[in-house]
């Protein structure tokens, strides 16, 4: 009879998968054609004014949140 500690070692990983794998494209958001909000225009406003660019007018939520990716990726600000 082998011994066992009556918590047997998981054989595939029990934390979950990062988020950004389970991130809908924004091509499938319900919302994503909506203008975009308020804190993602001021958002965007701050990282634009860092990176010398311009916000274009009239974006949607899903362009405003692309965008958004962009503008942290290239300042450094995004998650890592």
């Known amino acids: 009879m082998s011994e066992t500690s009556g ?3 998981p054989t595939t990983p029990s934390e979950p998968t ?5 991130e809908k494209p924004v ?3 319900a919302t994503g054609g909506e203008p975009a909000t308020g804190p ?3 958002y965007l406003q701050t990282l634009a004014r ?3 660019r311009e916000v274009p007018e009239g974006l949607s939520k899903g362009d405003a949140s692309l965008l958004i990716d962009e503008l942290q990726s290239a300042s450094g600000r995004g998650s890592a």
Do not use: F, T, Y
């Open 27 to 29: 091509e499938n958001w």
């Open 7 to 9: 918590n047997p070692e």
């Open 40 to 42: 993602q225009l001021s």
């Open 18 to 22: 990062p988020v950004d794998s389970a």
């Open 50 to 52: 860092e990176a010398g």
